[in-house]
């Protein structure tokens, strides 16, 4: 397989990097700085793509693409792919799935905690000797809070999961009522938001999920609310999300996505209700290692004619 070109889009796992370079003729897209160039020379060398939650596979990358077979994607999400496009030209696309729901429900209850206990801004107080001069302030308790999820998915159930056992009741929005759970289910998103003191974003980024958190549902979660997101930055109207944390009509926030990564608003880093994360959900080295596993596994099957081990395409 060491003549099978793959593009690999953006710098993503350097373990991942080597085994694809072991195995393949692998192209490093960002080596390039003239990218229409390089494709015009090299467009019928390659017939994968390596994408991830940065940078995948668009229409226009398609097109250029003649031999293109597989688009696998190091990540769960799938919303830098053209997948219309691919179905059109039939080509398969892969993702990485369940190796990562673990760590982002873990990291989505850490950020709970941290919000709610000010665990950031407690470790600024001693590192500053702030302590010397009395006691931190008090706090809000996490344990038996509502807890409202926006996709109950493969993290969105992991994530009830955890909750669940700090004693806080779960209810959930989805596209459809799920049969196997007696979580309340709520069919709008503003609901579920009036009904919860934590609304945690873990649905996929779809042109229907775009901005599902607004200014309606800020409104709806309230002065006392607590929005944590791990799904994707653009499902958050950010501009919406700054300004409401500003003005004190959200209560706190815990951040792993933003809408336009990595570019940050600078608003939020003077605000202590609210914690910001450099978009690390799955970023832990057994998650990714099991990641580009996943990755080189599809690719292998794929060019040996065997069933994909996740297909999605």
């Not at 688009?71 to 792919?81: A, N």
């Not at 001693?126 to 344990?143: A, I």
Request: hydrophobic share 40%; net charge neutral.
């Amino acid at each position: 397989m060491e003549s099978i070109g793959v593009l690999m889009a953006c710098p993503m796992s350097s373990y991942l990097e080597q085994e694809l370079d072991k195995r393949f003729k692998l192209f490093r897209f960002w080596n390039f700085s003239q990218k229409n160039e390089f494709l015009n020379q090299n467009a019928d060398s390659i017939r994968a793509v390596v994408g991830n939650a940065f940078a995948g596979a668009d229409a226009e990358l398609i097109d250029s693409l003649p031999k293109l077979e597989i688009v696998s994607s190091f990540s769960v999400g799938l919303d830098k792919i053209d997948l219309n496009k691919c179905k059109e030209k039939g080509i398969r696309v892969t993702n990485t799935p369940d190796v990562l729901t673990e760590d982002v429900a873990d990291l989505a209850v850490g950020l709970m905690l941290a919000v709610l206990r000010r665990i950031c801004e407690c470790d600024r107080y001693v590192r500053k000797g702030l302590w010397k001069s009395g006691d931190f302030k008090l706090t809000s308790k996490f344990s038996g809070k509502s807890v409202g999820i926006i996709g109950l998915g493969r993290i969105g159930l992991a994530i009830a999961n955890r909750a669940e056992a700090f004693g806080c009741p779960i209810s959930y929005h989805a596209r459809s009522q799920k049969p196997n759970t007696n979580y309340k289910y709520y069919p709008s998103v503003v609901e579920l938001a009036s009904n919860c003191q934590i609304l945690v974003v873990a649905c996929a980024l779809t042109p229907e999920t775009r901005h599902i958190v607004n200014r309606e549902v800020i409104e709806a979660l309230g002065s006392k609310g607590v929005l944590i997101n791990i799904g994707r930055g653009p499902h958050v109207d950010e501009k919406e999300l700054v300004s409401a944390l500003v003005e004190g009509r959200l209560g706190g926030a815990g951040l792993d996505v933003f809408e336009n990564e990595p570019e940050v608003p600078e608003q939020l880093f003077g605000l202590e209700n609210v914690v910001l994360l450099p978009h690390v959900g799955s970023g832990t080295v057994e998650t990714r290692k099991a990641m580009a596993d996943l990755v080189l596994g599809n690719l292998e099957a794929h060019f040996l004619n065997k069933p994909l081990l996740t297909p999605v395409v």
